[in-house]
């Protein structure tokens, strides 16, 4: 079932599709290129955010351009609580999509930086919990109201974690190794414990969600 589904977010947002798959590789690149000194910090969480937040923004318009569908999916054998649970499926594979691209580009380009699971787990932490509010509340209030999250999130990560990083003295990627508070172990359990209360409560909004 959640196969079909994901599919089908996939061929929805099919051109977003194509950029997901190039950004995963190009942005650590590009943060190398431009800023080598910030490459092992910024290239892959950047890398993430874009991916996943305009994948679901693209996905998410397109989705309420033909706000019927939905009605009528529902209407199938698929459950409504599966076409949620789908949308967090999705967003943990494009994680894992941009997991790969980012150790492909440090085998061929060991500047990037150095694979760390803590830092892959931190980075995972702070985008699915962004994903995890913003999902529920996007059931909650809609597609209109909601619009301008990702736009905000985009230009926050392009704008704003690059000078967080210049005017602080904190080695970033230092702090995800050592740091005792965001250990692989906890940092795993909360992103788990996160994306369950999130799905729970999307599901029960959608439920509730009159589709016609």
């Known amino acids: 079932m959640f196969v079909h589904l994901i599919k089908k977010d996939i061929l929805i947002a099919k051109k977003y599709t194509v950029l997901v798959m190039i950004i995963g590789f190009v942005i650590p690149l590009f943060i190398l290129w431009r800023a080598p000194i ?3 910090s910024l290239g892959f969480v950047l890398a993430v955010v874009f991916s996943e937040f305009m994948f679901c923004q693209n996905l998410s318009m397109k ?3 033909y706000s019927k569908a939905a009605a009528l999916l529902s209407a199938t054998p698929y459950k409504r ?3 949620v649970i789908s949308k ?3 967003f943990v594979l494009i994680f894992l999509y941009c997991i790969i691209s980012y150790g492909i580009d440090i085998l061929l380009f060991p500047q990037v930086g150095k694979f760390s699971i803590s830092y892959i787990l931190v980075v995972f932490l702070i985008t699915s919990s962004i994903y995890s509010v913003y999902i529920p509340i996007q059931y909650w209030m809609g597609y209109e109201k909601t619009k301008f999250f990702f736009i905000i999130i985009l230009l926050a990560a392009s704008f704003g974690l690059p000078a967080l990083i210049s005017h602080g003295n904190a080695d970033i ?3 995800f190794e050592y740091s005792f508070f965001l250990a692989e172990g906890i940092a795993l359990g909360v ?3 996160i994306i369950i209360v ?3 409560i999307s599901i029960k909004i959608y439920n ?3 589709l016609a």
């Open 63 to 65: 989705e309420n351009q």
């Open 88 to 90: 967090y499926i999705l």
């Open 38 to 40: 910030y490459s092992d």
């Open 191 to 193: 992103n788990i414990i």
């Open 198 to 200: 999130s799905m729970v």
């Open 173 to 175: 990627v230092g702090l």
């Open 81 to 83: 609580s599966e076409m």
């Open 208 to 210: 509730k969600k009159d």
